[in-house]
Nanobody, 128 residues
Framework: QVQLVESGGGLVQTGGSLRLSCVASGRPLSTYAMGWFRQTPGQEREYVAH????????YYSDSVKGRFTVSRDNAVNTVYLQMNRLKPEDTAAYYC?????????????????????WGQGTQVTVSS
């Protein structure tokens, strides 16, 4: 089992940047492909990005492609989400999670049920 802790959220103006971190403990992070999701009150948790075990493959939702970058450093058991050109609609709680499926597809990577060991989330607020 792995425990995940997100950090790095905060308040930023439109057009600004933030870098989120997700630190794993309990098992080596390299055991898992990882995902980032976000959620606003009353809404479903929304897929943001996915990164393969070694970091060689990354995938993004259309809403963040070209602005967000997911990366990982397995040596320090950390996954990152660099968020640039932030917009008010990016305001949400952001969560990292471990990908638990065998095999990867466009559909499975975007499904909340493909992931487990969710962190507690970190709040990102983008002011207009």
């Amino acid at each position: 089992q792995v425990q995940l802790v997100e950090s790095g959220g905060g308040l930023v103006q439109t057009g600004g940047s933030l870098r989120l971190s997700c630190v794993a403990s309990g098992r080596p992070l390299s055991t898992y492909a990882m995902g980032w999701f976000r959620q606003t009150p009353g809404q479903e948790r929304e897929y943001v990005a996915h990164i393969s075990h070694g970091g060689g493959n990354t995938y993004y939702s259309d809403s963040v492609k070209g602005r967000f970058t997911v990366s990982r450093d397995n040596a320090v058991n950390t996954v990152y989400l660099q968020m640039n050109r932030l917009k008010p609609e990016d305001t949400a709680a952001y969560y990292c999670a471990a990908y638990l499926q065998h095999g990867s597809s466009l559909r499975s990577r975007a499904m909340r049920n493909s992931y487990g060991y969710w962190g507690q989330g970190t709040q990102v607020t983008v002011s207009s």
